[in-house]
């Protein structure tokens, strides 16, 4: 019997692959000042947001 279902860890490979290929496509377009400047302050928040989660996350040194 054939089974529609994805396995878990298939289904997290999958969504991490095409989450890695987007995040290669924005990263040429905006290397190439192809992003509009909505979408580049966008992009700056969410790295802001990012590295201050990375901080809060790590033992021992002090979030900023």
Known sequence: ??????????AIANARAVLDRARMRIARDRAAGRLSPEQELIC??????Q???AAAQTPGRAAA
Not at 44 to 49: D, P
């Open 44 to 49: 700056r928040r969410l790295e802001r947001e």
């Open 51 to 53: 590295a201050r989660r």
């Open 1 to 10: 019997m054939n089974s529609d279902v994805i396995p878990r860890d298939q």
